[in-house]
């Protein structure tokens, strides 16, 4: 039996790693490991990958959202509109600036923030909506960007799980006001080591963030305001240069992946199966399904059922992950915010259901075909008590 990962990285950096090797030990070289032309230079390449005029790199994905907020003056007494079903690192940030998350419920089809019901959580305090492109799969842009318009409200792009993902022909990260993007080695352009990006055509947002990664300082040792360390080394700039040539390749790869597991989960009961969106290309950093109780008595113990599936599939070798238990607006620290129990039921719903099957560029069919017998095994063996 073949033990099946949800994740495996080693098959990717087989494939480039004399690319990689030069690219680190040219680095090392140098003797320029923070900042310096190198970094610039993928900056400026991801920035034009993405369509935007400017980007600003950064340590993290989370540091590129903080740094977004902190560029459009978001803060105490403003609140910003997003999604519960995501990392906490999207609500987060909103609270780090002192700004208040608004979580809004998501559509079960998508996972990702239910754009009708964006209306109904705005009020005077409202300064920007942070939609998440969760899982790779892009957020109607058209729906969001016609909210702020009338509110005048900005758009953040949470791109963190979605490079290279387009809303009909444009990639996210460049539709909204700025785009958040993530190189954690998990993503599908990832790093050996964190980093992340902000994409925006607005100079002065970009020279703003720029400004603040740096200590809040635009001249050395002055400085205009208090900012923090968040810079993108050297080291992670090179590899990201050698991956990023490779990103649609990997890409198109995953989309194939995809398009095989709905093929092979089609005839099985009791799985919901996520589909491309109209108007979106995805890109599956995850392929994420939601698992109904096969048996009715179990109806009301969904996350039971899931987990009971879950556990078979990894005695039978397969590996799956959970994204995410427990919903932002049940974390122990948003209680003060007030959302009850069925506040956001679909939001809730998705948490006692979803399990993420595995999914990178290289899964093979045959291990897709095993991931899937090993699934279709646990229904069987939970329907029958």
């Known amino acids: 039996m073949t033990t099946i990962p ?89 609270s780090g600036v002192g700004a208040k998350p ?62 290279g993902a387009e809303w009909n022909g444009q990639k996210v990260g460049s539709i909204g006001h700025a785009g958040c993007f993530s190189f954690f080695p998990s993503k599908n352009l990832g790093g050996c080591g964190d980093g992340g ?6 100079a002065d947002i970009a020279a703003t963030a720029k400004m603040l990664r740096e200590h809040g300082s635009k001249v050395r040792y002055y400085h205009d305001a208090i900012g923090v360390n968040s810079r993108l080394d050297a080291v992670q700039a090179a590899i990201l240069q050698v991956k990023l040539p ?15 597991y709905s093929a092979l989960l089609a005839p099985l009961p ?17 392929y994420t399904i939601r698992i109904t109780a096969p048996n009715p008595a179990a109806e009301s113990d969904s996350p039971n059922c899931r987990d009971r599936i879950r556990e078979h599939m990894q005695q039978h070798g397969v590996s799956s992950m959970i994204y995410y238990p427990l ?17 956001l039921p679909n939001t809730e719903l998705a948490a006692t259901q979803v399990l993420s099957l595995p999914m990178f560029p290289e899964l093979t069919a045959e291990q897709q075909t095993q991931v899937v017998y090993s699934l279709k095994d646990a229904l069987a063996q939970i329907a029958g008590g």
């Not at 923070?34 to 600003?56: M, S």
């Open 270 to 286: 009791h799985i919901a199966r996520p589909s491309e969106i109209e108007g979106g290309t995805s890109v599956w950093n995850q």
């Open 102 to 163: 608004v979580f809004v419920d998501i559509e079960l089809d998508s996972y990702n923030l239910a754009v009708d019901k964006l209306e109904a959580a705005i009020c005077d305090r409202t300064r920007a909506i942070m939609p998440v492109h969760l899982s790779g799969r892009p957020v109607n842009m058209d729906a969001v960007m016609a909210v702020p318009k009338a509110h005048n409200l900005t758009v953040i792009e949470d791109c963190a799980q979605a490079t």
């Open 246 to 260: 490779h990103l649609d390749q990997w890409n198109r790869q995953r989309q194939a992946v995809a398009e095989r």
């Open 197 to 202: 990006a902000l994409t925006t055509n607005d």
């Open 6 to 94: 949800p994740l495996d990285l080693t098959q990717q950096y087989k494939t480039i790693e004399q690319e990689v090797s030069t690219a680190v030990l040219d680095v090392l070289a140098s003797g320029r490991y923070i900042n310096g032309p190198l970094v610039d230079e993928f900056a400026d390449q991801f920035g034009r990958y993405i369509g935007t005029e400017q980007c600003v790199v950064c340590n993290s994905g989370t540091d590129a959202l903080y740094l977004a907020l902190r560029a459009y003056d978001i803060g105490p007494g403003d609140e910003v509109i997003t999604t519960a079903f995501t990392f906490i690192a999207t609500a987060e940030t909103i």
């Open 327 to 343: 919903p932002l607006h049940q974390q122990p620290v948003y209680a003060d915010l007030g959302y009850g129990l069925g506040s």
